[in-house]
């Protein structure tokens, strides 16, 4: 009889609190869903510029499924490669073809190669498909997967432990009455969000600062790029999870309830930060990309990373993670009014 009262008592409480209901319920099927979407995508199309090559080559491309983008000059096939609207660029040097890849991305490599190698049948025997002459634009033949993913795991894990620790300590300053008591004081709702996203910036600053420099000069990820675009980017990817993760706090109960935000918020940004190839997914799942911060970090990183880019390459994602935390700033002040009037 009593096991029976404790399990009525946690059936009551499940019942009042609705939105953990839901979550244990609905969240699964959420990211499971996802999943199901980012691991059945459509298979990957190479895609291939090509400078005055025979059109039977070109033929014998589409049919293994290649995008092929015919090119007037050389310059402008580099172009494209640069920009990453193409893969790879195919020429015919003699015999042979040369081929240079973007390089970025090892499987993107494989794929074009192994496509490549299979065009010996039907070609005219002067063409020796076998022999292939590759250079790289980005990386190298010894890229590793850490080198590709490490732009994306370093901006994952900091912009998820910031949010977290964020979350959860401002969330505790409520439910201790810490905040209560300090909005008893003259303190304007600004002052309170902007000292306390200065104090936990600190530290959410050394550790975006640790993180790098532990990924790039102890366990060598490639880092082709200045250091500095990296810490630069770290540092909004921090700010910008510090800015969200208060701001949810506020809608948060317990540190439960807190948690529970990480499948929602966290998870699918992960899967649309780069870690897949977007071409594969639905489009309308490509969008939903460009409305998560971690799209911004990973995108600049790896062009700073991995392609060596510089300023003007990564200042577009620059000025969308600062205007990110700008937004959530303002939120975490009109949030505050739930807790007082001014």
Known sequence: MRIWAIMLRILRQFRRDKRTLA?????????????????????????????????????????????????????????????RNIDAIVTLGGASLQIVLEGSDPSVNKAVIMLLQKL???LQPDMNTEKLNITYLHGSE???????????????FIFFFVFLISGVSFLRERTTGTLERLLSTPLRRWELVLGYIGGFGIFTIIQALLISWFCIKVLGILMTGAFVYVLLLTLLLSMTALTLGTLLSAYANNELQMIQFIPLIIVPQLFLSGLFPLETLPAWLQKLGLIMPLTYGTNALSDVMIRGKGWDAIAGNVIVLAGFSVLFILLNIAALRKHRKI
């Open 120 to 122: 010996g049948e039907g």
């Open 142 to 156: 010894n890229m590793t997967a850490i080198d590709q993913f490490g732009p994306i795991l370093i901006g994952f």
């Open 23 to 83: 979550l244990l319920l609905f969240a699964p099927l959420i990211v499971l869903s996802l999943m199901n979407l980012v691991f059945n995508g459509s298979e990957y199309e190479s895609n291939i510029g090509v400078v005055r090559v025979p059109d039977i080559l070109v033929d014998q491309m589409e049919q293994q499924q290649a995008i092929v983008i015919n090119y007037e000059s050389l310059e402008a096939a580099e172009q494209a490669l640069d920009d």
